[in-house]
């Protein structure tokens, strides 16, 4: 879509399908993207980092969104993605 970015952040045991529903409807007023955390689906790993935090997972936000030029985004999170997105 056009408009606004917003950023879906999936909660622990899912991914980016999880908003499929959600894609078409927000498209229509919005940029809409949904993204896979690390660690989830389609993303490859063999273990979970000893060190792994919602920072992490903030500071891959972060290079999500800057990495694509966006502008200020609106962040929409469910579970441990809204932890991520309050980090």
Do not use: C
């Not at 997972?57 to 030029?69: G, K, T, V």
Request: glycine fraction near 6%; charged fraction near 20%.
């Amino acid at each position: 879509g056009h408009g606004d970015p917003v950023v879906f952040i999936h909660g622990s045991l899912e991914d980016f399908s999880k908003w499929n529903g959600q894609m078409e409807p927000f498209a229509e007023r919005y940029r809409a993207i949904a993204y896979s955390r690390r660690y989830n689906f389609p993303n490859l790993f063999d273990s979970i980092a000893s060190n792994h935090s919602a920072e992490v997972e903030a500071n891959d936000l972060a290079a999500f969104i800057e990495r694509r030029n966006l502008p200020p985004v609106h962040l929409v999170g469910s579970s441990y993605g809204a932890l991520t997105a309050l980090t």
